[in-house]
């Protein structure tokens, strides 16, 4: 079955990079996300890495996947107070009838201190 | 071009009451996915709809649950007789095709089961 994990907190200092660690186990899934939900609101696409690659970079934005040991990680450079918020991993796990059903972790909740 | 939305974005209910979720996907948009957060977790998927089609219900509670997406109108998730164990958040989110690799999501609507 499908089953992704993450650590459920993590406190970094402003202006220091923060890394946000997921493992997931369908090793079929073609794509990988990372979301970010504010307090009260929905979910915000931050990026997403096909399978096919090792690493992406967008901005302050790096995502590493190693496939081998099914580990998707998030750096964020710099990061900001603004930044604060829960950072989820989704994988896709499609189904007979087509679509994309997303598959998320719980959640890992981010803290940025002065 | 408005996103997806969901009304009402706080419903009160109580025990025993019947909770109706409504969700607008964005302009184009006929693949619709519900989504359910209970406190402290990730989402969870319940149900993939297209246009007049129940796709995939695998996540939906068996009994007092159920959804569709009618040709003209919102797509509607309706919960009957509910329980406190109902109070979650629910996102619906919206693609424009069922293998497109985003899929954007709704605000959201808390419900509270008293």
């Known amino acids: 079955g499908e089953d992704v994990e993450q650590s459920l907190f993590l406190s970094v200092r402003e202006g220091d990079s923060s890394v946000i660690n997921c493992t997931y186990t369908?090793?079929?899934?073609?794509?990988l996300y990372w979301y970010k939900q504010e307090p009260g609101a929905g979910l915000q696409l931050l990026t997403y890495i096909f399978s096919n690659m090792d690493m992406k970079q967008d901005q302050r934005l790096t995502v590493l996947l190693n496939k081998k040991d099914k580990h998707l990680s998030l750096r964020i450079a710099d990061t900001q107070t603004g930044d604060s918020a829960i950072y989820f991993c989704a994988e896709v796990g499609g189904f007979t009838g087509g679509g994309n059903k997303l598959t998320f972790g719980t959640g890992t909740q981010l803290k940025v201190e002065l | 071009n408005a996103g997806v939305m969901q009304n009402p974005r706080h419903l009160v209910r109580r025990r025993g009451q019947e909770a109706r979720l409504r969700c607008s996907p964005m302009?184009?948009?006929?693949?619709v996915y519900w989504y359910r957060q209970l406190p402290e977790e990730g989402l969870k998927f319940m149900v993939y709809l297209q246009k007049e089609n129940i796709i995939d219900e695998s996540g939906m509670p068996k009994e007092r649950f159920s959804a569709e997406f009618p040709k003209e109108g919102p797509s509607i998730l309706r919960i009957q007789q509910v329980v406190r164990g109902d109070s979650a958040a629910y996102f619906c989110?919206?693609?424009?095709?069922?293998?497109?690799?985003?899929?954007?999501f709704g605000p959201g609507t808390r419900l509270t089961v008293l």
């Open positions: 989110a919206s693609s424009p095709r069922s293998d497109y690799n985003e899929q954007f």
């Open positions: 302009k184009g948009h006929s693949h």
């Open positions: 369908d090793s079929s899934s073609t794509y």
